[in-house]
């Protein structure tokens, strides 16, 4: 069984080597990971998930598996990461030293991803923190030229630090080599819209990640058929009902910056997308969860 550390866990010899990067209050623009964005690492689904992912295309393979106690780590667990990326990227250009180990309150993280910060979401987090700890990652992925495999788990490891009445003031974190290598690679760090965290629809929140991926501000767009898309999402549900999802998300067009449309040849459907000019008062409205009246 894996769960969090105790205190006296996480001050083993790794955390002995590492020097300790605090978090500070900013709000940086969000970043992901792209091989984060573009290849099947988490469950899209809401409820629990202990099938493994076994991905091959190419010379790309990603084997994710999980601990029945806790599931596998979900993409709205990835916020963590992404809140993790955003602080590192913020400090390396700020010319701060980082590190691998990190220490935050539960508010910082909650706030940064447009979460409530009652004990009900404080509860959610530690729970998310368990699942990317103890879902565990192999892959190809930055290793072919090494031909070897790069096996890891989302954290390392993860404490609480509580006062002397049981009241957290705050979480320690240890991220792993692989992620952190691909974070303070300017050439693999994208800027991802703040609007992602309000996209409640794991479907559409990976759609969207593998669009800003591939997408990019490629004038005429870019278009994937619908299999290819089922199978590097990695989700367990059969390509018919996949296929219904993708249908029902171009209908809504939920996905910030980008336009969705269905489009037909040699008997397959694909699904394309191009960037949109997004309106300034429109991106005032939505970083402050407004609506927009129109």
């Known amino acids: 069984m894996r769960a969090r550390l105790s205190s006296s866990a996480i001050a083993g010899p790794e955390r002995r080597q590492l020097d300790l990067f605090r978090s500070v209050p900013v709000d940086p623009a969000p970043r992901d990971a792209q091989d984060l964005m573009a290849w099947p690492f988490f469950s899209l689904a809401k409820s629990r998930r202990s099938a493994p992912i076994d991905f091959r295309m190419g010379e790309t393979w990603i084997s994710v598996e999980a601990v029945p106690e806790h ?34 309150t539960p508010h910082e993280i909650l706030t940064y991803v447009r979460r409530g910060t009652g004990r009900d979401n404080y509860d959610r987090l530690k729970a998310a923190l368990d699942r990317l ?93 619908f299999e290819h898309l089922h199978v590097k999402s990695g989700a367990l549900s059969p390509l018919k009902r996949f296929a219904f999802e993708l249908r029902a998300i171009v209908k809504r067009q939920p996905l910030p910056g980008y336009a969705l449309r269905i489009k037909h040849g040699f008997g397959k459907e694909r ?18 969860k407004l609506p927009v009246c129109g």
Do not use: C
């Open 71 to 104: 599931g596998m780590a979900t993409i709205w667990d990835a916020d963590i990461l992404i809140w993790a990326a955003s602080q590192l990227v913020e400090a390396r250009d700020a010319g701060r030293p980082t590190s691998r180990l990190m220490a935050t």
């Open 133 to 225: 700890q103890s879902t565990t990652v192999a892959t190809s992925i930055r290793q072919q030229h090494q031909r070897r495999r790069h096996r890891f788990s989302w954290i390392n490891e993860w404490q609480e630090r509580l006062d002397a009445q049981g009241r957290p003031l705050g979480i320690e974190l240890i991220l792993p080599d692989w992620f952190y290598a691909g974070v303070l690679d300017r050439a693999l760090i994208l800027t991802i819209d703040r609007a992602y965290f309000d996209l409640t629809g794991g479907l559409e929140r990976w759609l969207y990640r593998i669009v800003r991926k591939h997408g990019g501000r490629q004038k005429g767009g870019w278009s994937f058929d």
């Open 271 to 288: 699904l394309g997308f191009m960037p949109v000019p997004v309106d300034p008062f429109d991106a005032a409205m939505r970083r402050l």
